[in-house]
């Protein structure tokens, strides 16, 4: 795993957006993966801007995310299709057909998540996979478990992450329950992976993702299996490693 040490969220933010940036010039064609929550924020408004002064073309790019909420659509402001749009998508070329989070309103869950391998295959696999860090050590939704998951599925969220994501709703009972997420292996498959990291209170996970155990029971552990890992976080972040 590559660290790539910062001073504090901006830096990590215009760092992490780079990469992703260098990535698309690169290969125009690229297939992202991408993640919704408050530690990609700075990341896609840096991206938009190397968008708008030219750097970085998204017209050839796809994208897949991570993950979406059971029973929230587009036009809910808390579904991650919407934050995508909001955050990102609307305001870079990338064409929206070529985007892609799971459905939270489809009818059958087993079908949505087989539908979700099949888009991954067909494009084929991630070139680039961007992730947060839940305060569980959760990857995607995938939550401590007792075994790694392979794909796409649905899944129980856990206390701990409904109450991690309560700020963004109106209260704590709005939170949906369940959610589809990329499964381990899915995000395994990925060429290359980008973690990003920012704050003090992440800093004991980060710690015992990257140095810990390989174990379910902090499911960003697996990521020391990947032959292509690079952690953009800062010195909050990576004070536990000091
Ligand atoms: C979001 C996702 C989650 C978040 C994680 C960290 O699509 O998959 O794993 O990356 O919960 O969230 P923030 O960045 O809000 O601390």
Redesign the pocket.
């Known amino acids: 795993m590559r660290i790539v040490r910062t001073k504090d969220y901006d830096d990590m933010s215009r760092k992490a957006g780079d990469i992703i940036a260098a990535q698309v010039i690169l290969n125009p064609a690229s297939v992202l993966g991408l993640?919704?929550?408050?530690?990609?924020l700075g990341t896609y408004k840096r991206l938009i801007k190397r968008c708008d002064k030219g750097d970085v073309d998204f017209a050839g790019v796809h994208s897949v995310?991570?993950?979406e909420y059971v029973g929230l659509g587009p036009t809910s402001d808390q579904s991650?299709r919407y934050f995508m749009n909001e955050n990102l998508f609307s305001h870079v070329n990338i064409d929206i057909k070529n985007t892609n989070v799971p459905d939270g309103l489809a009818k059958d869950a087993e079908e949505e998540c087989a539908r979700y391998e099949e888009v991954m295959r067909a494009l084929g696999g991630i070139d680039l996979q961007l992730?947060?860090?839940?305060?569980n050590g959760?990857?995607?939704?995938n939550e401590p478990a007792d075994a790694f998951a392979r794909e796409t599925h649905k899944v129980a969220l856990t206390e701990s992450?409904i109450k991690?994501?309560r700020r963004f709703f109106n209260k704590e009972d709005d939170v949906p329950r369940f959610a589809y997420?990329m499964g381990i292996g899915s995000i395994m498959r990925a060429q290359r992976i980008l973690l990003i990291v920012s704050g003090e209170q992440?800093a004991e996970i980060l710690k015992a993702a990257v140095c810990g155990p390989i174990t379910p029971q902090v499911p960003a552990s697996v990521l020391q299996l990947h032959p292509c890992v690079t952690l953009v976080a800062d010195k909050a972040a990576l004070s536990a490693l000091d």
Request: no cysteine; proline share 8%; hydrophobic share 30%.
């Open positions: 993640a919704t929550g408050s530690t990609p995310n991570l993950d991650y992730l947060g860090l839940g305060p959760h990857i995607g939704f992450t991690a994501n997420t992440k």
